[in-house]
């Protein structure tokens, strides 16, 4: 993942001068893309875990090939709605997607 692509506003430039101003920028992006790659790593997990249970073969070997980097799913620009608590799963997650949803 691209962290530009996660800073979208500027073109992905600090237009700040103050070092205090551009380190609080930096900060934030980094804590935008931590939040990411823990959310991916969270789901990704969720769906092999599904997958196995299943009855779907997971070979560990392949997980070192699975990057928790990807963002095509996230919506950057947009509307954004919030999944009523009720929705959740036990674990405070919201459901999967299935191909074709």
């Given at each position: 993942?691209?962290r530009?692509?996660?800073?979208f ?21 980094t ?7 823990l ?19 997971v070979?560990?070997a392949?997980s ?9 799913h996230?919506?950057?620009?947009g509307k ?20 074709g949803d």
């Amino acid at each position: 993942m691209r962290r530009a692509w996660l800073w979208f506003g500027s073109e992905g430039v600090s237009r700040r001068k103050q070092p205090q101003a551009q380190s609080e920028t930096a900060r934030c992006l980094t804590l935008l893309t931590n939040c990411v790659l823990l959310w991916n790593t969270v789901y990704r997990q969720e769906v092999l875990r599904q997958r196995q249970a299943g009855g779907c073969p997971v070979n560990e070997a392949h997980s070192e090939y699975l990057s928790p980097s990807r963002c095509e799913h996230i919506n950057r620009l947009g509307k954004h709605s919030f999944t009523n608590p009720a929705q959740l799963d036990p674990s405070h997650r919201r459901p999967l997607r299935h191909s074709g949803d």
